[in-house]
């Protein structure tokens, strides 16, 4: 099974701050790559597929980039809105989840 | 709007058996497989499988293997997932999810 590595686990921003969440894959995923924001009590939205591909409806400050077993999610200007767990989810081989980036407001 | 509607929580002993539904609306049922996602108490998201929405094929992940079903309706476009022979580790929130959407989730309490 392909094992996903998020860092870090607890990522503590202020509004504004430019934001950076990793997610280490142990092979190759070939990009095949989506992350996912879940708040507190709701079921986690889509955000962005495919590496780098902003889901319709969500706001042009979150985007995605990577390759070979590397991914980052980046926030440019985080809103209070943006408190919620993170995930990354590969599905190049037997789709497995990241265990998460809890983002908090400093 | 594509939606994804989940049935309600279930409160249930060890041992006994359930079956969650998922009933999708605004688009095409047999467009998009069909994903299952657990998610523990307080835990990170754990994927389940997925089934074919067009020929009712299931997958499952290591862990699902045994006590876990897939299933369709395909006339009302819903997808159901039953767990056999219930244990206290099965408590947890259960997703359905098809191309990005998911269901509002179904939380499952297992307690003698």
């Known amino acids: 099974d392909i094992q996903m590595t998020q860092s870090p686990s607890v990522l503590s921003a202020s509004v504004g701050d430019r934001v950076t969440l990793s997610c280490k894959a142990s092979q190759n995923i070939n990009k095949n790559l989506d992350w996912y924001q879940q708040k507190l009590g709701e079921a986690p939205k889509l955000l962005i597929y495919?590496?780098?591909n902003l889901q319709t409806g969500i706001p042009s400050r979150f985007s995605g980039s990577g390759s070979g077993t590397d991914y980052t999610l980046t926030i440019s200007s985080l809103q209070p809105e943006d408190v919620a767990t993170y995930y990354c989810?590969?599905?190049?081989?037997?789709?497995?989840f990241g265990a998460g980036t809890k983002l908090e407001l400093k | 709007q594509i939606q994804l509607v989940q049935s309600g929580p279930e409160l249930k002993k060890p041992g006994e058996s359930l079956k969650i539904s998922c009933k999708a609306s605004?688009?095409?049922?047999?467009?998009?497989?069909m994903q299952w996602v657990k998610q523990a108490p307080g835990k990170g998201l754990q994927y389940m499988g997925w089934i074919n929405t067009q020929t009712g094929k299931p997958t499952y992940a290591d862990d699902f293997k045994e006590r876990f079903v897939f299933s369709l309706e395909t006339s009302a476009s819903t997808a159901y997932l039953q767990i056999n022979n219930l244990k206290n580790e099965d408590t947890a929130t259960y997703f359905c999810?098809?191309?990005?959407?998911w269901g509002q989730g179904v939380m499952v309490t297992v307690s003698s």
């Open positions: 495919f590496t780098n």
């Open positions: 989810y590969q599905y190049n081989s037997g789709p497995t």
């Open positions: 605004g688009y095409t049922f047999t467009d998009y497989a």
């Open positions: 999810a098809s191309d990005g959407y």
